[in-house]
Nanobody
Framework: QVELVESGGGSVQAGGSLRLSCTISVQFTAGYCMGWFRQLPDKGREAVATIDHLESTYYTDSVKGRFTISKDSDKNTLYLQMDSLKPEDSAMYYC???????????????????WGQGTQVTVSS
């Protein structure tokens, strides 16, 4: 059973930055996909960014140029650097893993089997 624990959420004004971290209980291995998703109240969960073991990345259009996903394999930790934050970025953010890097290309919630508990990000105007 993979355990994921997010941290780093909080409240920030528009234009500010936050860095989310996700500690994963297992070693990063070849073939995995790891990602960040977000969810608004009464809305579905959407993929924000993914990264695979080859460091190939995916970003949803609304965050391109503002968010950066990265990983530290030595620390089993996934990051999401969020800059130039906007009020519409406010959501609960979740990290997740999938057991095949193919799921990084067009990430769907149902392809990711392990999830963290989420961390809240609130951006005020």
């Amino acid at each position: 059973q993979v355990e994921l624990v997010e941290s780093g959420g909080g409240s920030v004004q528009a234009g500010g930055s936050l860095r989310l971290s996700c500690t994963i209980s297992v070693q990063f291995t070849a073939g995995y996909c790891m990602g960040w998703f977000r969810q608004l109240p009464d809305k579905g969960r959407e993929a924000v960014a993914t990264i695979d073991h080859l460091e190939s990345t995916y970003y949803t259009d609304s965050v391109k140029g503002r968010f950066t996903i990265s990983k530290d394999s030595d620390k089993n930790t996934l990051y999401l650097q969020m800059d130039s934050l906007k009020p519409e970025d406010s959501a609960m953010y979740y990290c997740a893993t999938a057991d095949d890097r193919v799921y990084c290309v067009h990430p769907q919630v149902y392809d990711f089997g392990s999830w963290g508990q989420g961390t809240q990000v609130t951006v005020s105007s």
